[in-house]
T-cell receptor, first 115, second 113 residues
């Protein structure tokens, strides 16, 4: 079974621009989560989507948004990029089976550099 | 609020020796705990998880973790380290909403030959 895929793998943008990152979950997985990884703040949760609905959200400004499509694929968008948005953005998918402590499986990440 | 702490930024061991990467947790309710490993320029790979049951959890690549409720710890262990185990290791706990992972700062494991 194919793993979580993320595109693009690398991105370079300038301040003020916006960016869209894409994530395709493992087949059959219905939940998609996004995380930001930086050397200073470590791994931080951005948001989680299930059945096209945002179920959970981390402590990030409104410039960070996401969505999920009917095939469970997800995108996240960052508007008005700032230098501090430079990070590795990780997507994770899970079965979202009720009553179980779901395991999240991660993609390789998108490395975003803001100049 | 849920949280985990990894008290060591780096752990150094010689190949063939046992290794331990430490993690302590603070949770409200039942702890759902996870270990992940990250190799350079890669995403996180799932190693193992504790939900309930046996305090010794076995995972991938020969790793295991010991859950200790009284010490609120979930240490990652391996009886015999390999050079290829050198990587960044993260402990995580599921948040109270049940849909997000809260990660520790990570511990760099360096295994020398």
């Amino acid at each position: 079974k194919a793993g979580v895929t993320q595109t693009p793998r690398y991105l370079i943008k300038t301040r003020g621009q916006q960016v869209t990152l894409s994530c395709s979950p493992i087949s059959g997985h219905r939940s998609v989560s996004w995380y930001q990884q930086t050397p200073g703040q470590g791994l931080q949760f951005l948001f989680e989507y299930f059945s096209e609905t945002q179920r959970n959200k981390g402590n990030f400004p409104g410039r960070f948004s996401g969505r999920q499509f009917s095939n469970s694929r997800s995108e996240m968008n960052v508007s008005t990029l700032e230098l501090g948005d430079s990070a590795l953005y990780l997507c994770a998918s899970s079965l979202a089976v009720a009553g179980d402590a779901d395991t999240q499986y991660f993609g390789p990440g998108t490395r975003l550099t803001v100049l | 609020a849920q949280s985990v702490a990894q008290p060591e930024d780096q752990v150094n061991v010689a190949e063939g020796n046992p290794l331990t990467v430490k993690c302590t947790y603070s949770v409200s309710g039942n702890p759902y705990l996870f270990w992940y490993v990250q190799y350079p320029n890669r995403g996180l790979q799932f190693l193992l998880k504790y939900i309930t049951g046996d305090n010794l959890v076995k995972g991938s690549y020969g790793f295991e973790a010991e859950f200790n409720k009284s010490q609120t710890s979930f240490h990652l262990k391996k009886p015999s380290a390999l050079v290829s185990d050198s990587a960044l290791y993260f402990c995580a706990v599921r948040d109270q909403a049940g849909t997000a992972l809260i990660f520790g700062k990570g511990t760099t494991l360096s295994v020398s030959s």
